[in-house]
């Protein structure tokens, strides 16, 4: 939701106009890129802990180059921030609450990816800049081929399963049984459910 515009001519407009203040915008894009920078530095912890938990080694680069690229785009962003408003902004240390199984921490990172190639759609079209618009492109494109990697992984997880389901193998059988699900049926992403 934006906030107030300080322009009282915005303010006397009907609710549906939108504001088209410089500085109300200005305010709405920095936060956009604080909020950007705080989901990478969270990402990118996820992304460490998650090669820590993945059960082969295949998972473990997969996971470590996806947090490199969180990295960059933090840096990335950082410099965009810096350009716009000549100050340094840097995200504290967080803390990441450790998802409870493997398939869980795949499913919500796939989400998060999805979401984060929104959020950056949307940033991109409220820059000015050319230079910083194609970052931010890129940027986001890189979050859509993370989420296509994962839900690929997350794919090969579930078909595990239920091989090792449907031969009766117990769990500890198969390395890739990992989603904790005995039944047929395999989870589907949905985004919206916690």
Known sequence: MSKKCRNKECNDRPFYYDCE?????????????RDAMKDEREDSRKYHYMAKKAPCEA?????????????RHYCLLQEIYRDLTCECYCVDEIQVKKPKGYCRALKKAICAEMQGATDYENLASALTCVEHQEIVICI???????????AALYKLYQDCA???????????????Y?????????????CNKK
């Open 21 to 33: 203040c410089p500085t109300n915008n200005a305010v709405n894009v920095l936060q956009a890129i």
């Open 59 to 71: 998972d473990k680069q997969l996971f470590y180059s996806i947090r490199r690229d969180e990295k």
């Open 140 to 150: 986001m494109n890189d979050e859509k081929e993370h989420a296509q990697k994962l």
């Open 162 to 176: 239920c091989r090792c389901q449907e031969k009766t193998l117990s769990a500890s059988a198969c390395t890739g």
């Open 178 to 190: 990992v989603c904790g699900s005995r039944n047929g049926e395999m989870p589907v992403i949905d």
